[in-house]
């Protein structure tokens, strides 16, 4: 009688427990602090191996990244999607969102450098992107002017080089910078435009012509703290990190360069 009174109060202690679990999970386990980074598509190979390494050194943060062209996800914060940081590949869109007051904190944290590629296999040699008006030139893919920064910049290049309403047929525009070098990977486009840490990270395309800073606005990425973010301490200590030279080396590492 006594033993089986025991397994019952055993049972009982058991089932509390699990029910305590469900219903409170910090019973089991101290709950994480998810900060949301919208970041340009250009930034995800280095940002994702900066994730591995903070949330390493900080167990009790969660980072989630929403990869995008600048101008979308400018546009997503001021519509007021959830975001602690922005990261962008264009100073035109952070200083959107400074004007109408939505960062509290920003800095230029990297650089770039804008090429065009072509995919691994073409035989077309370029020495000019004049050489796009070309006939055997059908389609050039670039990032949408307005939204994506990498195709502000390939717009300003070709119209100092006076070629942009000569190709302007040819144009494909992409979403990001990432499908403009999917479009010439696919050899869907014979040539493109894109920053020179994108065609980094590709196997299936190649640099035909790195573009002269002098023809296009120079290329920056400011990182900013959202003024709405529920995780300003947070936010704060990873946008501090995001300029370590811990941060510095992945960056260079994929290609970035550093501001001066």
Known sequence: M???????????ALSLSVLLTSVHPAVAAKSKTELLISAAASLKDSLEEIEKAYEKQHPDIDLTFNFGSSGTLQKQIEQGAPADLFFSAGKKQMDALIDQKLI???????????????????TKKFT??????????????????????????AKETLTTRKVWDAIADKLVYAKDVRQVLTYVE???????????????????????????PGVHKAIVYP?????????SKEAKAFYTYLQSKEADAVFLKYGFKLPA
């Open 223 to 231: 990182a900013g703290i959202v003024k709405d973010t529920e995780h």
């Open 2 to 12: 006594f033993k089986k009174a025991s397994v019952v109060i055993l049972s009982a």
């Open 104 to 122: 509290s904190e920003s800095a230029t944290l990297l650089g770039n450098e804008l090429v065009m590629v072509v995919p691994s296999n073409s």
């Open 128 to 153: 000019t992107v004049k050489e796009l008006t070309d006939k055997d030139i059908k389609k050039i893919a670039i990032g949408q002017p307005e939204s994506v920064p990498a195709g502000q910049y």
């Open 186 to 212: 696919t050899g869907n486009v014979d040539a493109g435009f894109v920053y020179r840490t994108d065609a980094l990270t590709s196997k299936k395309a190649k640099v035909a012509i790195r573009i002269i």
